[in-house]
């Protein structure tokens, strides 16, 4: 009785076959783990691209690519972690900082030269980037300088106002077949639409490229809209007629006050800015009374109101 009992109390204590299995699959897919992270791995990934500073004077060869294929050298645990990071930001490739072969005409993609660190997050052994090299040809035809216009719809919050736009460039040199380019007066950028403004802006735009045949140094331009509040003014500016006349006018009274709004911080508007006229030929002949209107005026102004919007007129021969 004793023995029996012994040798349930041994059977008892250890684990039954599909129990040991699961215990031996488990320990063999954690050694399995280690090992694979520990295991060198080379990895082919994917980079998305923008240029900037492309070569002047030429054009690509082929079509500039939106994705560089890398092949990567890396642990296992070092390539799970650079995997966890996608979707990868842009890579930007600068002409400026590549090496140029072939009379410059060639443009090689080193890793030594681009910033894969800042994109994959951790120092790794690149060796193989496709495509590796970028191959222009000198640009023929005729070039010009043309100015670069945005389409614009801009309205600002209650109370605030904006300056005029600075774009950057505000000109673009194009190449081109001389008959295409004599067409061309303007480039023009994707539009851009804000509303509801109360802060300053900055904005990058794409140029929309007139054909496929026209070249240029620059893909994008920048554009910066100073927004801030308005504040009201009131001046004092005389009036004068449009053009002179033979005979002598008399304006009564010989100044309107003009109210407007600028942006807050701006530059003081001087009166002398100011053009406000009458058309004497237009006179009311009942009332001697002739419309005032504005001439000339500051830019980054709103003028809110003239007054008297009608001034007298008399006119009397010069002796």
Request: charged share 20%; glycine share 2%; net charge positive.
């Amino acid at each position: 009785m004793a023995k029996s009992t012994i040798a349930y109390s041994l059977n008892k204590g250890k684990p039954g076959k599909t129990k040991a299995f699961f215990i031996c699959l488990i320990i063999a897919s954690f050694l399995w783990v280690v090992h694979s992270l520990n295991t060198v791995y080379t990895h082919t990934l994917r980079i998305p691209v923008t240029f900037k500073n492309l070569p002047r004077n030429k054009k690509p060869l082929v079509h500039m690519p939106e994705t560089l294929a890398i092949d990567v050298k890396a642990s296992g645990l070092r390539l799970a972690l650079i995997l966890f990071n996608k979707p990868f930001k842009p890579l930007e490739v600068d002409f400026n900082a590549l090496k140029s072969v072939n009379r410059n005409q060639n443009y090689v993609l080193s890793s030594s030269q681009l910033d894969f660190k800042s994109i994959l997050k951790f120092e790794t052994q690149i060796k193989h980037i496709s495509p590796d090299t970028l191959y222009f040809s000198e640009k023929v035809g005729y070039q010009k300088n043309v100015p670069i216009k945005v389409p614009l719809y801009i309205k600002c919050k209650e109370g605030y106002g904006y300056k005029t736009p600075v774009i950057k460039p505000s000109f673009l040199t194009i190449w081109g077949d001389t008959t295409m380019l004599d067409k061309i007066d303007t480039i023009f950028t994707q539009p851009l639409t804000l509303t509801n403004l109360n802060k300053s802006v900055t904005s990058n735009l794409e140029l929309l490229r007139p054909t496929n045949e026209v070249y240029s140094a620059v893909n994008e331009v920048n554009i910066f809209i100073d927004v801030s509040r308005l504040i009201e003014h009131t001046t004092l500016v005389p009036v004068t007629t449009v053009r002179p006349s033979a005979e002598q006018v008399n304006v009564f009274p010989a100044y309107v006050k003009v109210t407007y709004t600028s942006i807050q911080n701006s530059i003081k508007v001087d009166s002398t800015t100011f053009k406000m006229l009458i058309d004497i030929d237009k006179i009311n002949k009942l009332t001697n009374k002739c419309p005032v209107f504005i001439g000339e005026a500051p830019p980054d102004i709103t003028i809110m109101s003239v007054e008297p919007k009608e001034v007298e007129v008399m006119i009397f021969k010069k002796r």
